[in-house]
């Protein structure tokens, strides 16, 4: 199963911004764990995306819970979840 995580901010960019650095330190460690694909800002600066690999739902939501974003009460997540049945080679 895939997952989109989005996250939305729930503070000010610059409370936000207090925290990225960890935030970022812990999505390159998600990446090297191989649970995650892609992460970024959103354009208009108001949250972000991530793209987990092809995990479980229950670790999907340990991404979430464990985000220093998270854990900062800076921002909240939504999940949607799909079965990636078309995908890429590689993938």
Known sequence: MFHVLTISYEKPLDIVDQTRPAHLAFLNDEVAAGRLLLAGR???????????????????????????????????????????????AGL
Do not use: K, M
């Open 42 to 88: 959103l354009h208009d600066g108001s949250g972000g995306v991530l793209i987990t690999a092809d995990i479980s739902i229950e670790d999907a939501q340990s991404i979430i819970d464990r985000d220093p974003y998270t854990l900062a009460a800076v921002a909240s997540y939504s999940r949607a979840s799909f079965n990636g049945g078309i995908r890429a």
